[in-house]
Nanobody, 115 residues
Framework: QVQLVESGGGLVQAGGSLRLSCKAS????????MGWYRQAPGKQRELVATITRVGTTTYADSVKGRFTISRDNAKDTVYLQMNNLKPEDTAVHYC?????????WGKGTLVTVSS
């Protein structure tokens, strides 16, 4: 079993920044890909960014140039630095990993961006 716990969400004005963290714990050895997804009210969950164990990253077009995903393998933690936030970034942000054939999700952290 893998547990994922997100933190770092909150209320910020447009143009501001937040850094999300996701700590993985449990019966784990080596986690490869980790990622961030988000779900805005009334919308489907969407991919924000992913990172492999060696640091290869992918981003949704909507966040390229504003968000940076990174990880600390020694701490089994993934981060999402979010800059120049926009009201449309308002959503619950979820951490995700696929480990030994199973998908794992955190409970999410709410990011609210006011205009």
């Amino acid at each position: 079993q893998v547990q994922l716990v997100e933190s770092g969400g909150g209320l910020v004005q447009a143009g501001g920044s937040l850094r999300l963290s996701c700590k993985a714990s449990g019966n784990i050895f080596t986690i490869n890909d980790m990622g961030w997804y988000r779900q805005a009210p009334g919308k489907q969950r969407e991919l924000v960014a992913t990172i492999t164990r060696v640091g290869t990253t992918t981003y949704a077009d909507s966040v390229k140039g504003r968000f940076t995903i990174s990880r600390d393998n020694a701490k089994d933690t993934v981060y999402l630095q979010m800059n120049n936030l926009k009201p449309e970034d308002t959503a619950v942000h979820y951490c995700n990993t696929y480990y030994r054939g199973k998908d794992y999700w955190g409970k999410g952290t709410l990011v609210t961006v006011s205009s």
